[in-house]
């Protein structure tokens, strides 16, 4: 186990910059998730960590070593990675054992840190097989036995669940996590998937256009995203948005006036987006009219897209809801739990 | 009448074309194969005819009567050096062009491949009078290296190109289970790459076992005589017993299609690498 530190990361393509000045501090035993859109630079950090890619500029390290220039194998780490990269030619035993072969390790102990591995992740039974006689799934926990029979100081993840089918991810992100709590090894994780970010991170670091736009714990990004990009990339179904503008009677957008979060009376005429989750829009006979679009009952909940102010929207009730695509319902958004951001830059008001 | 579909029509030409070509190459394999079983007198009977009996015996007397022995074995000692060393350095090479970055990678790319577009003929002189100052000619060094150099090319940018269709993310995992650039080679790329190295071999033991010009030019002394070459001098004594002659051209072929069948399952699987997942 040891902390990570990203100083002031960058790296170019020619004159293109992907990283761009990347700062982040992983603390010892961590479960850190790098999450954002594709193309964000996401991956591309964490090959930097892994060092499967020289970093421009900026500082690396790995517990109390700088790694910069050190080879992928010196810097005691394990990577996940999302094709499972194992030996095709390989049975489970023999990719498990692989890294240990030739560091030293008599035979002994290899197959005693296999059994090890293969005894957490259920693979006891499936020591003798090769990779192309697994399902996904056990190809992934044989991808995971690989990186911890080596006891590595750092676990990296790229976008491991990826090629699993919805019912298999689920499975498999607990059994990540609960690993993680098993060995408590600091673990760098990445994810599209703003769901996995959610329910495994210890914290979240949400990347856009190769810059960090907020790292925080999972309820702190969704409760107070510092701006429009992680508000409306966190949660899912997706933030809300009205753009229009504030003024001493509330939030003016479309015709309608909502009510507005906190004192914010200084900022009278400034342009902004009103941001509100899903789930705060509550069914109230005296709120604002919006059409109903489409229902979508999903047992548990029911998603109802509609139009509100203009802006074609969605609200989730936990109630039955007996509405049709063409009706009008009465809404009321809990000012507690709305957003105000900057038109320009997006940047959070309240 | 019913009317028959284009479909069918097209089908059934399409049919028709591909047996006419499947004929054309095995016809005349087919009648070398009946001529060399065959006595001079049933050769006088007509090229269909069957003989009485298979004649053996020619294939008896090309072996010991046209040297056919002594030529085979010198193809042996020629093209197991030549598919070996190759397929190594090529391996080697090859690993070089695909994953490591040294200077003037591009140019000696391009060198290389000048290298296999050059035709013997074009330096064959040359090559002569470098063999004679090394004292190599007649010799199977003299066959030998020069085939070396000739396969290198082929084999490096053959490599290259099935390397870097293998998935970077093993070898990337390779790199991260701390194992270095040999270990990589051989415990990770070889195995993987076994049906590319079956194809690549198969490749170079026809080339090599069907090479005419050097053997011809570096070589006059019968004793180091490979196949090719034996058959052109068995040609010119035995001109008037074609079923001896014909059996010599068998001898000839025979290793390649055997060699061909051996791995025919991983040359297919060689030449359909990477087509899909």
């Not at chain 1, 499972?84 to 990719?95: D, S």
């Not at chain 2, 290298?115 to 100052?133: K, S």
Request: glycine share 8%.
């Amino acid at each position: 186990m040891a902390p990570v530190k990203l100083a002031n990361v960058r790296k170019s393509f020619g004159a293109v910059e992907i990283i761009q000045g990347v700062d982040v501090d992983i603390v010892d035993g961590e479960f850190l998730v790098l999450v954002g859109p594709s193309g964000c630079g996401k991956s591309t950090l964490l090959r930097m960590i892994a060092g499967l890619e020289s970093i421009s500029s900026g500082e690396i390290a790995i517990g109390d070593r700088v790694v910069n220039d050190l080879e992928p194998k010196f810097r005691d780490i394990a990577m996940v990675f999302q094709n499972y990269a194992l030996y095709p030619h390989m049975t489970v035993e023999r990719n498990m054992g692989f890294s240990l072969e030739h560091r030293g390790h008599s035979k002994s102990e290899i197959a005693e840190r296999v059994q090890w591995a293969a005894q957490i992740l259920d693979l006891a039974k499936l020591l003798d097989r090769y990779p192309r006689q697994l399902s996904g799934g056990q190809r992934q926990r044989v991808a995971m036995g690989r990186a911890i029979v080596r006891n590595p100081q750092v676990f990296l993840f790229d976008e491991p669940l990826s090629n699993l089918d919805a019912k298999l991810r689920v499975v498999m992100r607990a059994e990540i996590k609960s690993l993680h709590q098993r060995l408590g090894v600091t673990t760098v994780y990445v994810t599209h998937d703003q769901v996995e970010a959610m329910t495994m991170a210890d914290r979240i670091v949400v990347m856009n256009g190769g810059k960090v736009e907020q790292i925080g714990t999972p309820l702190e990004l969704y409760d107070r995203p510092a701006n429009r990009f992680v508000a409306g990339f966190i949660g899912s179904p997706a933030m809300n948005f009205l753009p229009g503008t504030i003024t001493r009677a509330g939030f003016e957008a479309g015709g309608v006036t909502l009510p507005l979060p906190g004192p914010i009376a200084e900022r009278d005429g400034q342009d902004a987006v009103y941001g509100i989750r899903p789930e705060h829009l509550a069914l109230d006979g005296e709120g604002l009219e919006a059409e109903v679009l489409l229902v979508e009952p999903m047992g548990s909940e029911t998603q109802v897209t509609l139009r509100l102010a203009g802006q074609q929207m969605i609200a989730v009730f936990r109630e039955r809801i007996s509405a049709r695509p063409g009706e009008t319902i009465r809404l009321r958004p809990d000012v507690a739990a709305a957003h105000l951001f900057d038109a320009a830059s997006g940047a959070r008001l309240n | 009448m019913a009317a028959i579909a284009p479909d069918a029509i097209k089908r059934q030409s399409f049919r028709l074309v591909m047996w006419l070509f499947t004929l054309l190459t095995i016809v005349p394999f087919a009648l070398l194969l009946l001529t060399s079983l065959k006595s001079k007198q049933d050769l006088f009977r007509g090229a269909f005819a069957l003989p009485a009996y298979p004649h053996f015996e020619n294939y008896v007397s090309a072996w010991v009567d046209g040297h056919f022995g002594t030529y085979f074995w010198n193809s042996i000692i020629v093209v197991v050096p030549v598919v070996t060393c190759s397929i190594v350095l090529g391996l080697l090479t090859g690993f070089a062009f695909a994953f490591l970055s040294f200077p003037f990678k591009r140019s000696i790319f391009v060198i290389l491949t000048i290298g296999m577009m050059v035709p013997t003929e074009a330096f064959i002189i040359p090559l002569y009078y470098e063999m004679r100052y090394l004292g190599l000619l007649n010799s199977y060094a003299a066959m030998i290296l020069p085939q070396i150099a000739m396969s290198l090319p082929f084999a490096t940018l053959f490599m290259a190109a099935t390397m870097q269709q293998l998935p970077k993310d093993v070898m990337e995992a390779a790199l991260l289970d701390g194992a270095s650039r040999g270990l990589i080679l051989r415990r990770v790329i070889v195995p993987l790459l076994k049906p590319a190295i079956s194809s690549l071999g198969l490749f170079l033991f026809i080339w090599t076992w069907n090479e005419f010009l050097i053997p011809l030019i570096l070589v006059n002394d019968d004793a180091f005589r490979t196949m090719p070459l034996g058959m052109l001098f068995f040609q010119g004594r035995y001109t008037v017993n074609t079923p001896v002659l014909t059996a010599g051209a068998v001898l000839v072929i025979a290793p390649i299609i055997v060699v061909y069948l051996i791995f025919q399952r991983k040359f297919i699987e060689g030449l359909t690498a990477g087509a899909s997942k």
